[in-house]
């Protein structure tokens, strides 16, 4: 018998050769996705996948829950909260004419990966994970005073390499001194030495007229045709990128190593956010990129230059790879 999807290819190809012949842009808008909207209607949505809808905050602040998942939606807003943490949305949940709409691009890589998770394949365990400390030699990230995000990245990715090999883990560093490694160099280690995950370590700063920015934020690579999260940033019109072939398990590690660091630290929660870093577009395998706090802010800023805060934040992601691992290495 043939298989569901070469019969539907048969059918599209009989359906084509039937139909007069669409202009060629048209064709190309339409094609693989025929009847695909951009954006879905939730109502019809949530009552398709059994869950459930309401108001909090009557036509301003929507919630949709299903069993222990829970996803609270701003009118006409891209800011929503999954389970508590914060999560930009790829497009705005849109409220117009009384109904609500989410974009399919949301429903796919932002939602389908919590509600419905990858599963590694086979005997695939997550054993052996490439950390990245950002910047470094020629490139010391941001300056703070007297304290260079190179060293601090170095630090913790030190701190984090040893927790994780007490957890049973085998860790490669992309740089272990404070030496120069270009971004494409970086991904393309964790591929030869086959690692599992890639996790780039930064920290944030803002200029003196934002002297009060704090908080924590993590990264995935945008998934095609959606924007990345930070305005004025790289539109939705790039194609599939090396590092889009992981992008459920992608969200899925960006968002438990966002959730266990604003839990861990208590610390300002600015959110799961898309970007096409260099580091994550080519990156082979699971990837994400975590801004753990800002050296800038005053208070923030003193605790990232001590050892203390530091492990802590070794083990937040710790425990955000483990909620990971259970997820993608569960049986059923
Ligand atoms: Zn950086």
Known sequence: MFGPSLLRLMVVLAVLALAPPAPAAARRETFGHPTRPTMVRVRDWARAHGLLVKWVERDKVLQITKGDFKLVLNANSREARINGVQVWLL?????????????????????????????NVGKNRVRRICLDPGHGGKDPGFQVGSHPEQRYTLLLAQELRRQLAQAGYTVILTRTTDSTVDLPARPALARKVGADLFISLHFNAADKTRATARGT????????????TAAGSD????????????????????????RSLVR??????????????????????PAILVEPGFLSHPVEGRKI?????????????????????????RQK
């Open 91 to 119: 497009k705005a949940f849109e409220y117009r004419d009384n109904a609500g709409y989410l974009s399919q691009l949301d429903v796919d890589h932002t939602i389908n990966p919590l509600l419905y998770p990858p599963r």
């Open 217 to 228: 934020e993590a990264y995935c690579l945008t998934p095609a045709g959606a924007s990345s």
């Open 235 to 258: 539109g939705p019109t790039l194609g599939s990128l090396l590092g889009n072939r992981h992008d459920a398990k992608n969200f899925l590690l960006v968002y438990h190593v966002q």
């Open 264 to 285: 861990k630290l208590g610390s300002e929660d600015r959110g799961v956010r898309r970007a096409r870093f260099a580091v994550l577009r080519d990156a082979t395998m």
């Open 305 to 329: 230059v001590e050892a203390a805060y530091r492990q802590k934040i070794a083990t937040a992601i710790v425990d955000g790879v483990r909620a990971y691992r259970r997820v993608v290495e």
